[in-house]
């Protein structure tokens, strides 16, 4: 018997990418800014190390609240720091911190941990180099980042050559600190969080902007933040749900942000419908509860639409995992970026996957899942490659499987869902 997973989840993780953003936000602010249900993920604690290293004044209260009170004097209250600013596991800690420091009158020098070492800065260095910032990274491209940043910045007309929020959010926080008005635009759209938090945009306006405009200069006045629960999150209890035909699984205030619910669109057009509930917006986000009742996959899921991989980049592999596991099919094309993440996650989810017998083809931008052998393994062996996402769609895929899987470091899931394993035992119905 498989088990079932059944519940209301009030404590999901905190947003991770609003967090990030919050605390970099109130570096650059001028006053108090009050940031509740701030997320204890490993990669949000590593922004506020970060800051912390360039002399931001950080208050955090481990209640249940969760609240961060960060105090600045505005733009340009970062001191230098002696060493080089660790940003561990963390992509949006580098490369968004990447678009304030280049605007300092100072040098930095951003590191992370092996994997975040390996990953493409190029991205960011071009945009930062044309705005006057002096940027020096590694032969391949990669961290370390040395900058020697330029007071002020001069502004840019730039559109993101990747489909990357993280690309688009540096440049426009580069873009704050400009001598005149920036232009920012993408071919394809990724997550709103920076502009929305900043009022650059109105995130509930049918007319999208097809450019983000920055003036440069302009004091931020601090405010506060809430921040929701993080649909990223969401998407592995949702897979628990429907591998395990819940009756009920209700997931509370999550962040239902139209630029991160492709997992939902996708999941629809497979035949699968989550309800929303309580559906409201809080300081720009709209946030609503989530509702997973007796449902189940039936059809494989198939993605192929470049705007759909971008929203729901950080969803990809549990949404492989979960059609792999329920219907022994699977298909992704135009996912090139997968690559680029804590890991090769299009290589880390067809060597897993094939472990658990499912006979996969691979292309340079996605892979297709073609059906399963059995594999008489009783213990198998899973590579997380310390990649968090890797580790928690394997981690819900054991509790489906006959042979028992074996993650070499189920603990990296803290980078972003700290108490996953044990949220996921208080929802077990045996
Ligand atoms: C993020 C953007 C995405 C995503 C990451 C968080 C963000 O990365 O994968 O987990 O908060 O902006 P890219 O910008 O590299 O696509």
Redesign the pocket.
């Known amino acids: 018997m498989k088990p079932q997973f059944c519940g209301t989840v009030t404590a999901l993780p905190p947003d991770?990418?609003i967090s990030?953003?919050a605390a970099l936000i109130g570096a650059i602010s001028t006053g108090e800014t009050r940031i509740e249900n701030f997320s204890a993920g490993e990669d949000n604690q590593s922004t506020l190390s970060a800051l912390a290293q360039l002399g931001v004044q950080i208050q955090q209260e481990v209640s249940q609240t969760r609240s961060v009170v960060i105090r600045s004097n505005g733009l340009f209250d970062l001191k230098p720091s002696q060493t080089p600013i660790q940003c561990n596991n963390s992509?949006?800690t580098m490369?968004?911190l990447a678009g304030i420091l280049a605007a300092q009158p100072f040098r930095s020098t951003l590191i992370g941990d092996d994997s975040l070492m390996k990953r493409p800065m190029k991205r960011i260095a071009t945009p930062l180099a044309q705005m006057g910032a002096q940027l020096a990274l590694s032969a391949s491209d990669t961290a370390p980042i040395h900058i020697h940043g330029k007071k002020p910045l001069s502004p840019i007309a730039y559109q993101t050559p990747?489909?990357?929020?993280?690309?688009k959010?540096c440049v426009i926080f580069a873009a704050l600190h400009a001598d005149g008005t920036s232009e920012i635009s993408e071919a394809i759209q990724?997550?709103n969080?920076t502009e929305t938090m900043l009022g650059l945009i109105n995130p509930s306006s049918p007319e999208k902007p097809d450019k983000i405009k920055v003036r440069g200069l302009q004091p931020i006045d601090a405010k506060s933040f809430f921040v929701p629960s993080d649909p990223?999150a969401s998407c592995f209890l949702i897979a628990l749900a429907l591998l395990s035909k819940s009756p009920e699984l209700i997931l509370k205030n999550v962040c239902l942000n139209p630029t991160r619910t492709g997992f939902l669109t996708i999941l629809a057009q497979a035949g699968v419908a989550i309800q929303t509930d309580s559906v409201r917006t809080i300081g720009g986000e709209t946030i609503g509860d989530l509702v997973c009742a007796n449902a189940s996959l039936q059809e494989p899921l198939r993605i192929s639409d470049k705007a759909l991989v971008?929203n729901a980049?950080?969803e990809l592999p549990m949404l492989a995992v979960l059609s792999s596991l329920a219907t022994n099919k699977f298909e992704l094309h135009r996912a090139e970026?997968l690559r680029?993440?804590e890991s090769d996650r299009i290589s880390a989810l067809v060597l897993n996957l094939q472990a658990l017998g499912f006979i996969c083809e691979t292309f340079h931008d996605g892979f297709v899942v073609k059906g399963r052998k059995t594999v008489s393994n009783k213990k198998i062996h899973i590579q997380t490659f310390n990649d968090h996402r890797i580790a928690m769609s394997f981690g819900i895929a054991s509790y489906f499987c006959d042979a028992e899987l074996a993650l070499d470091n189920p603990d990296c899931a803290a980078v972003s869902f700290p108490n996953f394993f044990s949220l996921i035992e208080g929802l077990k119905q045996l």
């Open positions: 991770k990418s990030h953003r992509g949006s490369r968004m990747v489909a990357s929020a993280q690309v959010s990724t997550r969080h990223s971008a980049i950080d970026e680029a993440k």
